[in-house]
Nanobody, 115 residues
Framework: QQQPVESGGGTVQSGESLRLSCFAS????????ILWYRQRPGKQREWVAT????????DYADFTEGRFTVSRDNMKNTAYLRMDSLKPDDTAVYYC????????WGQGTQVTVSS
């Protein structure tokens, strides 16, 4: 199964923003729900946000506190996770998953937030 490719991570200071991207090739992206996860150092992987195939039904984990925005552009086979007001506790590897498929994980992109 084709793996998505995450990008857009980097090192930022507290309070700054990043926009992550998740790209997947193929013609089925447009009909798949996209899920974002993250794994903080020493922690279990945790769910961040979900966006359905139409971009109409969106859910966020409580810890995002209104700071994160998920979106998608089906014409580009790309989903996005914008993170504002980043905190050091947001430091993690961020992953996307296509259609809740066990085999549809990318390698992740590292986000580091310094104090």
């Amino acid at each position: 199964q084709q793996q998505p490719v995450e990008s857009g991570g980097g090192t930022v200071q507290s309070g700054e923003s990043l926009r992550l991207s998740c790209f997947a090739s193929g013609n089925e992206f447009r009909i798949k729900t996209i899920l974002w996860y993250r794994q903080r150092p020493g922690k279990q992987r945790e769910w961040v946000a979900t966006i359905d195939s139409r971009g109409e039904i969106i859910d966020y984990a409580d810890f995002t506190e209104g700071r994160f925005t998920v979106s998608r552009d089906n014409m580009k086979n790309t989903a996005y996770l914008r993170m504002d007001s980043l905190k050091p506790d947001d430091t993690a590897v961020y992953y996307c998953n296509i259609g809740a498929s066990p085999g549809a994980w990318g390698q992740g992109t590292q986000v580091t937030v310094s104090s």
